[in-house]
Nanobody
Framework: QVQLVESGGGLVQAGGSLRLSCAAS????????MGWFRQAPGKEREFVAR????????YYADSAKGRFTISRDNAKNTVYLQMNMLKPEDTAVYYC????????????WGQGTQVTVSS
């Protein structure tokens, strides 16, 4: 069984930082691109960041570029999202997801972790 478990969310003031972690199990982690998504109340789930399965190439939504950094540690089966200069509009439930190799579609999703940014 595949399991993705996010952690690291919480309450932070605007301008602050958080680091989210996503621990994966039940899959060959190195064969998966990993992504972060978020969903704010009343809004659709949106893409935040992705890191490739071999090259480690990263991709970011415009809203995240320059503030967020996605990284992975294959030895720990973990993907991270470092979030700096947080804004109230970053408030959302953050989800990690796994896509097989270079596929666009994500096969597996975590349950999410709440990030709340106060002004």
């Amino acid at each position: 069984q595949v399991q993705l478990v996010e952690s690291g969310g919480g309450l932070v003031q605007a301008g602050g930082s958080l680091r989210l972690s996503c621990a994966a199990s039940g899959l060959t982690f190195s064969n998966y691109a990993m992504g972060w998504f978020r969903q704010a109340p009343g809004k659709e789930r949106e893409f935040v960041a992705r890191i490739s399965w071999i090259s480690g190439r990263t991709y970011y939504a415009d809203s995240a570029k320059g503030r967020f950094t996605i990284s992975r540690d294959n030895a720990k089966n973990t993907v991270y999202l470092q979030m700096n200069m947080l804004k109230p509009e970053d408030t959302a439930v953050y989800y990690c997801a796994a896509a097989y190799r270079s596929e666009s579609r994500y096969d597996y999703w975590g349950q999410g972790t709440q990030v709340t940014v106060s002004s």
